[in-house]
């Protein structure tokens, strides 16, 4: 593990995989090269002791990633206008850039264990490999709701590819699409130690824990009604948001937990941040109401 306050050196590699950019290049080497491979843009400044020891923890991660991931740096000092663009209050700061939108981040330097899981999770955004397009037919299969073809063609790929952790996140979604929960779980939990955080799968882990919430979800409109007489009820509010999810009103329950939010971030030792990721996980990396609920909540946390 880096220790932090240590600079540590980035190894050599691929010098097309980490550069250094200007803010009049930032549309080319972010926003359209992201729409091939995510990107991961790191906001930093010559002055900045943390960014010393984050950088090169950055750039070891991209580099082990082997082309599944590019990485930008950006002196903050000399490009303001695109920093002050992105509510960039603090150094360092990372985001990760995916078909031509932010879809994560965070603020500060990280050890090198979670610098290593958010790169091999932006890294597990863009599927690659020969068995790509049997997960891209399965994913058609329970779409169509054709539930057995998809749990056959799932489980001969994990006999082709025992890490193939799309094949475990699908094979997942089949049972939560069966109604069986348990079983849903079992088949993450039995996905090796190396992919067990990717982001497939922790993404279908978000999914369980919402399914499980909805079985406990309480009468919407009773809800909705405590939170027009009390907009303070942040229990009822927060109740609703998770009501409104189970009634496939996914727009609606951000809306509400972002609001929730924004009145008592630190209500319930931060309940609606916690239930807005878990939100945010379970859904696809650039779902539009993914992407517009994390620029709501960040500009609330950086405001």
Not at 23 to 35: G, N, Q, R, Y
Not at 157 to 183: H, N, S, T, W
Request: hydrophobic share 50%.
């Amino acid at each position: 593990m880096l220790e932090m306050g240590q600079p540590a050196a980035a190894p050599a590699g691929d010098d097309t995989l980490v550069k250094e950019i200007t803010e009049a290049t930032f549309m080319e080497d972010v926003v359209e090269a992201s729409k091939e491979v995510p990107v991961i843009v790191d906001f930093w400044a010559p002055w900045c002791g943390p960014c010393r020891t984050l950088g090169p923890a950055l750039e070891s991660a991209v580099q082990a990633a082997g082309g599944k991931v590019k990485m930008v740096k950006i002196n903050v000092d000399e490009n303001q206008q695109v920093a002050a663009q992105l509510r960039i209050q603090s150094i360092p700061t990372v985001y990760a850039f995916f078909d031509g939108q932010p879809v994560d981040g965070f603020q500060g330097a990280l050890p090198q264990s979670q610098v290593n899981e958010f790169v091999g999770k932006m890294a597990a955004l863009a599927t690659e490999g020969p068995l790509a397009a049997a997960v891209a037919s399965a994913e058609e299969m329970l779409e169509a709701g054709a539930l057995d073809d998809a749990a056959q063609t799932f489980a001969a790929i994990l006999e082709e590819d025992e890490k193939m952790a799309a094949a475990y996140a699908g094979l997942a979604r089949v049972k939560i699409a069966q109604g069986d929960l348990d079983d849903a779980e079992a088949v993450l939990n039995g996905a090796p130690a190396e992919i067990s955080h990717s982001a497939e799968i922790e993404g279908v882990h978000a999914q369980i824990a919402l399914a499980r919430q909805a079985a406990e979800a309480g009468p919407l409109d009773e809800l909705r009604a405590r939170v027009e007489a009390d907009p303070a009820d942040h229990e009822a509010r927060f109740d609703l948001a998770k009501a409104l999810h189970a009634a496939g009103d996914v727009e609606g329950a951000v809306n509400e937990l972002i609001e929730l939010f924004r009145r008592d971030r630190e209500w319930n030792d931060g309940a609606a941040k916690a239930q807005l990721f878990t939100i945010f996980d379970a859904l696809a990396a650039n779902d539009p109401v993914a992407l517009a609920g994390r620029r709501k909540l960040s500009s609330l946390m950086f405001a």
